[in-house]
């Protein structure tokens, strides 16, 4: 197929706008391909004003540009920015994985009516070419299961925690100051980042539109002294983890959750900002993919990988919708895990299947037992409660 000519509007020009504009100043077949950027507000930018508007019709209405690419930090804006362009028939690049998570069905559907393609490479783990790979080369039925740490700022956090000794807040402050994390970092260290990241690469691996407001995700901000003396006591890590499991009987099982990691795990040796994933399937076994997950270059050249790809007419075909009668979401998988309490009335809300081991100290105390995703999506409210922490120890009872 004839290669496009892009003439290309960019929305946002923050970390990864700014990243992408100085990426693609180092690649001759583009540094002349954006038109126009908009921005929210006037301020004082590295680029001569005459390139930026305020309006995002300038953009959308604009018949030469063929091409959009949405790098806002706003998901509700990203939203109309994304809709509207491929509406009007333009190719779009995003790299905002709430907004795609939550609009994964309409998203699938907008690109079929109108004919268009919307890639979004760097909303899953920035650099690293995993939404493709799901797609191209895992587009068969061997895949069994995709496991990773997918979030740069919390897996900063933690490498400060275990390997400088650095308490939580202190590592917390440092991954705010050096950009990794939002100045309400909620969304990185409850989980909600590596979410709508796990939501995004499910789609690529099992063909299911997944809700991500039915899915368990619970992140490291209740972590204690006592979990990680524990686990390092045991020779783990405590790393936060995303996985999608194919079950038996076309089933898959999705949660996010910290995790005791070994040494003999791949994810064991991802530190500070960077992601890694690993992926699982019969007869290849595993396969490692490694890589920066945040930050201005390594996000802006997975949009740049997009945006070429897009010259060459590319366009995600969702194969894998169309696999035999479909994967459907198991929600009452049972997976073991370490729960630390103080009060002991906390263990009245644990429906747990089966206890292997209790310890009773006199402020923690723990319970490691078998309990199923379904029950503690039911209290995760009551997760949030500061008293406590969960952590997966990795087992899962075979469905
Ligand atoms: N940072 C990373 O490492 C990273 C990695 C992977 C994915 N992402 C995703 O990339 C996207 C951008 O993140 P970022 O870190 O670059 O954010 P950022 O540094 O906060 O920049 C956001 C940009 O969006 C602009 N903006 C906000 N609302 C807008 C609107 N309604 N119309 C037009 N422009 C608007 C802002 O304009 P002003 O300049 O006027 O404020 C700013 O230029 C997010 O979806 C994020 O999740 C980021």
């Known amino acids: 197929m004839a290669r496009q000519e892009l003439k290309i509007g ?59 690419v949405e790098l806002v930090d706003d998901s509700e804006a990203a939203y109309h920015i994304v809709k509207k362009s491929l509406q009007k028939g333009k190719n779009v690049v995003s790299a905002n994985k709430k907004m795609i998570a939550e609009h994964m069905a309409e998203m699938i559907a907008l690109q079929k009516e109108h004919n268009v393609s919307l890639l979004y490479e760097a909303s899953a783990c920035g650099s690293i070419p995993v939404i493709r790979s799901l797609e191209e080369y895992y587009d068969n039925d061997l895949l ?32 705010q100051t050096l950009g990794f994390a939002e100045s309400d970092p909620t969304f990185d260290v409850e989980g909600f980042d590596s979410l709508y990241k796990l939501v995004i690469l499910t789609m690529h691996s099992f063909g ?36 999608v499991e194919r079950l038996r009987e076309n089933k898959i099982t999705l949660f996010v959750l910290p995790r005791f990691v070994g040494r003999d795990k791949y994810i064991y040796a991802v530190e500070e900002e960077f992601n890694g994933v690993v992926i699982k399937g019969l007869a290849y076994d595993k396969q490692f993919m490694f890589g920066k997950g945040a930050g201005g270059h390594p996000t802006g050249s997975a949009v740049l990988s997009d945006i070429t790809a897009l010259m060459h007419n590319y366009r995600y075909e969702y194969k894998k919708t169309n696999y035999f009668q479909g994967f459907s979401y198991f929600k009452d998988a049972a997976i073991e ?33 078998f309990i199923k995703l379904s029950s503690l999506m039911a209290i995760r409210e009551k997760l949030r409660d500061k008293q406590l922490f969960i952590a997966a120890t990795g087992k899962a009872l075979n469905y």
Do not use: W
């Open 10 to 68: 960019v929305f946002g020009f923050g970390v990864v706008g700014k990243g992408l504009y100085e990426v693609m100043k180092q690649s001759p077949a583009l540094d002349k391909a954006i038109k126009k950027i908009c921005v929210r507000s006037k301020k004082q930018r590295d680029l001569p004003e005459s390139f930026f508007t305020y309006n995002p019709d300038d953009i959308i209405n604009d018949e030469e540009i063929n091409t959009v």
């Open 144 to 175: 069994l299961s995709v496991t990773g740490i997918l979030n740069g700022s919390s897996n900063y956090i933690l490498s400060r925690v275990f390997d400088n000794g650095q308490p939580y807040e202190v590592a917390l402050k440092e991954a």
């Open 208 to 243: 299911v539109v997944i809700n991500p407001d039915e899915v368990l995700n619970y992140g490291i901000s209740n972590i204690s002294d006592f979990d990680i003396n524990y686990a390092r006591e045991k020779g783990f890590k405590i790393k936060l983890v995303g996985q």
């Open 337 to 369: 895990i370490y729960l630390r309490y103080r009060d002991k009335e906390v263990l009245s809300h644990f429906d747990f299947q089966s206890v292997s081991e209790e310890y009773r100290g006199p402020k923690n105390s723990y319970v490691i037992g």
